[in-house]
């Protein structure tokens, strides 16, 4: 069973670039969360798909989207970087009712 | 808004001796409560509650939950140097947002 998986590994963008973070499923899983980490932070919520469809969002601006794929696998796009988006992203993926398990993440930073 | 404190915020003990980790919560609509093991970037699942006062547990740890309380414990005994890490706890489905609290910093002196 192949687990979650999540590419770049890292990043380094300027201010007003755009970034493409990838996420793959684990094996069988429909559904996909994101999640940004600041330094010291936990992760918080940025939204996820299930069956390629938006299901829920957390308090995070138009310019971070979303996508997912119908093989499960996700994208997620940040247009016109900040500063403050520096931070781990981290993906997750689970099976409706079930705990979610989480990518290794991509380390992102904004100059 | 759901809110998630973990407390302490930080935890240095030497190998062997047994911790505690505590979490609350506040939540408009309780599903589970999940702990996660975070040593690098990956959170690993440890534990996911979802039943009042019925523990759970795997090798040296266990976590048992209290509804009345609206809170949770992580225990480990026996504490190894591999037992270092960041402890997230976190409320929510698996088909739903998980809300984080801002994890304690584990660390073992050998």
């Known amino acids: 069973e192949t687990g979650v998986t999540q590419s770049p590994t890292h990043l380094i963008k300027t201010r007003g670039q755009q970034v493409t973070l990838r996420c793959s499923s684990q094996s069988g899983h429909n559904t996909v969360s994101w999640y940004q980490q600041a330094l010291g932070q936990g992760p918080q919520f940025i939204f996820q798909?299930?069956?390629?469809?938006?299901?829920g969002r957390g308090n995070f601006p138009p310019r971070f989207s979303g996508l997912q794929f119908p093989n499960y696998s996700s994208e997620l796009n940040v247009n016109a970087l900040e500063l403050d988006d520096s931070a781990l992203y981290l993906c997750?993926?689970?099976?409706?009712?079930?705990?979610?398990?989480f990518g290794p993440g991509t380390r992102l930073t904004v100059l | 808004e759901d809110k998630v404190v973990q407390s302490p915020l930080s935890l240095v003990v030497h190998e062997g001796d047994t911790v505690t980790l505590n979490c609350s919560y506040e939540v408009t609509n309780f599903r589970s409560l999940l702990w996660y093991k975070q040593e690098k970037k990956a959170p690993t699942f440890l534990f996911m509650l979802?039943?009042?006062?019925i523990e759970k547990k795997s090798g040296r740890l266990s976590s048992i939950l209290d509804k009345k309380e609206l809170s949770s414990i992580l225990n480990i005994t026996a504490t190894q140097t591999g037992d270092s890490a960041i402890y997230l706890c976190a409320v929510g489905f698996g088909n739903e947002k998980l809300t984080f609290g801002t994890g304690t910093r584990l660390t073992i002196i050998p």
């Open positions: 798909y299930y069956r390629e469809e938006e299901n």
């Open positions: 997750a993926s689970s099976l409706f009712y079930n705990e979610q398990f």
């Open positions: 979802t039943s009042s006062g």
